[in-house]
């Protein structure tokens, strides 16, 4: 297959299903959708992994082609691993619901 457009690159693909995944989680989550610096901070970090995708396309480099989609693999994974931790554990970091008064 050949690569013409970013859009092609299987790991831009793959980011942009994690922003989805993202999205959904916020959508579906009010506790994430309260915490305002842990939302932004989650969307600014996957569109952000989505930005170099492109901007190392852009550059026509394989070297530094080579290196994003390194990192967009590892950062993935680490990714993966957070969310497998913190479904683990989401009972011990529930927010507690404030005492009716």
Do not use: H
């Not at 959508?27 to 996957?46: E, H, I, S």
């Not at 950062?75 to 507690?96: C, F, G, H, Q, V």
């Amino acid at each position: 297959m050949k690569i013409n457009r970013f859009e092609d690159l299987e790991c831009w693909q793959e980011a942009r299903k994690l922003l989805n995944k993202v999205y959904d989680s916020i959508r579906d989550n009010k506790y994430f959708q309260n915490d305002y610096r842990l939302r932004d901070q989650c969307t600014g970090a996957v569109i952000s992994v989505m930005a170099n995708i492109t901007e190392g396309f852009a550059r026509r480099s394989r070297e530094t082609f080579g290196n994003i989609y390194d990192k967009a693999g590892k950062t993935a994974r680490m990714t993966s691993a957070l969310i497998t931790y913190l479904r683990n554990n989401e009972k011990r970091y529930k927010p507690k619901k404030p005492d009716k008064p």
